[in-house]
């Protein structure tokens, strides 16, 4: 299936939060295109997935869109502003919510409530009303007991959640999550199924797990060659099947 690419001419009329048009990238020292040509737009109100296979450039898209990375074509516009320069994406980053693939690269701090109240207080929040936003947040997740706890000793998961509340503390106008339900036992993920069901918030949600995505998502994206597909072009599905093999676990090829 060639590589397509989201038609610009979008028929909706929400107001764009990401766009990014004809964006390339490459890793200093490599050739290889990780983005190449890439359009994205992602409008108020949108829950879109974005499953594709390992190395396909997820997190590279992610970190294209946070400034982390800098393409070498191509505009990037956050909420309406074009991003050019440093000071740009500073601006925003406090409006565009990152959930790190990687937990450790977003928790820092002694304790998960300093974790949380880290963005608030960075917003100019006085240290009562983060504290208080923070605790909020942690209720809201069910795991307010961390609250005293050091960071680096939870568990994956835990870690997990805590950098859910860090980043849902900064209000951010769109959240961006890089594989949310990785290292999560079940009852976590409907737990985060129901807790981005109940958010009134755009976002953009990177996994491999279907079932997950077609929960809290309207449509499923993919990404090739560099590009992204819109679900005009995937079509992720599930069949019943027979043969041979009974119950032994088999590979379809
Ligand atoms: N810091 C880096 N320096 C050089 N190459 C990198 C770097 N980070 C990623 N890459 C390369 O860029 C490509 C895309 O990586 P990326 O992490 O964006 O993929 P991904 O789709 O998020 O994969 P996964 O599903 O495993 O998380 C890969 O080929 C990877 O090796
Ligand atoms: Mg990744």
Known sequence: MPASQIESNNLEDRPSIIK??????????SKTRVLDCLNLDIRTG???GMMAPNG?????LLHTIMGLCKPEEGGIEVLGSPMKTEKDFTRIRSRVGL?????????????VLDDVAFGPLNLGYSRHQAIDASRNILKNLGIEEFEQSVTHRLSGGQKRLVALAAVLAMSPAILLLDEPTA???TAV???LIHILKNLDITYFVISHEFDFLSAVTDRVYSMDSGKILTDD???????EHIHKHGKHPHVHK
């Open 20 to 29: 990014l048009t004809n964006i390339s990238f490459s890793y200093p020292g």
């Open 233 to 239: 072009e995937i079509h992720v599905h599930h069949h």
């Open 189 to 191: 993920k409907e737990k």
């Open 183 to 185: 290292g999560l036992d």
């Open 46 to 48: 949108d829950r879109i």
């Open 56 to 60: 396909s450039g997820k997190t590279t």
């Open 99 to 111: 959930l790190f693939q990687d937990s450790d690269d977003q928790l820092f701090c002694p304790t």
